[in-house]
């Protein structure tokens, strides 16, 4: 598919590959360039991948660790905000139907956890404005990554989600960055806008 891609669009993504310091590498998992559809014909877009979006964040130097898990029908799962907020998940394993994401960042230097939780409803309306699940029900891709890897793209949601409320830092540009590219599929292009 990629070879079909505008020079333009491959440039693009492998600059945005240097401007968020991802690795290619299929072992690590980091980052891929896909080809998505456009009215101008296939483009090429680097999208990073949730575990490419952990190792930016705690490369900063301010989160130890973060992780993200799905809850799904029938696990036992509990939010609690105020003072002292946590989170209780006792997975079952046995249910296949997603409810609710929820993402955990450790701070550095503290025992303190930052989360968010974002249930099925939250993650569908940000899957229905992507450009690249939008041609795909509409037949003009064959795949969709929302469709292929539903899980993983509830993970990236709810860890992106979890980005705006982390502490900042000056390593923070590569993570600003690979969240923008990002974004970039949820934009509607000059045509698409016109349709609105």
């Not at 990554?145 to 709810?158: A, D, F, L, P, R």
């Not at 000056?170 to 000059?190: G, Q, R, S």
């Amino acid at each position: 598919g990629l070879k079909k891609c505008s020079k333009e669009s491959l440039l693009k993504a492998v600059y945005n590959i240097a401007l968020t310091g991802l690795s290619l590498n299929p072992v690590l998992k980091y980052a891929y360039l896909i080809p998505r559809w456009s009215p101008s014909g296939s483009v090429a877009v680097l999208e990073p991948s949730y575990q490419g979006l952990i190792k930016l964040l705690t490369d900063t130097g301010s989160i130890v660790a973060i992780y993200a898990n799905i809850v799904y029908e029938g696990d036992d799962f509990e939010v609690v905000y105020g003072t002292t907020s946590e989170i209780v998940h006792k997975p079952k394993f046995k249910g296949k139907k997603i409810l609710m994401v929820y993402a955990v960042a450790v701070l550095a230097g503290s025992n303190f956890k930052q989360f968010e939780v974002m249930d099925i409803e939250e993650i569908n309306a940000i899957k229905e404005k992507s450009e690249s699940y939008k041609a795909c029900k509409a037949g003009k891709a064959k795949s969709c990554i929302w469709e292929e890897h539903s899980g993983e793209m509830c993970k990236k949601t709810v860890i992106k989600r979890l980005f705006k409320y982390l502490p900042k830092t000056d390593k923070f540009n590569n993570v600003a960055h690979a969240i923008a590219v990002l974004d970039e599929d949820y934009t509607p292009t000059d045509g698409q806008a016109d349709y609105q």
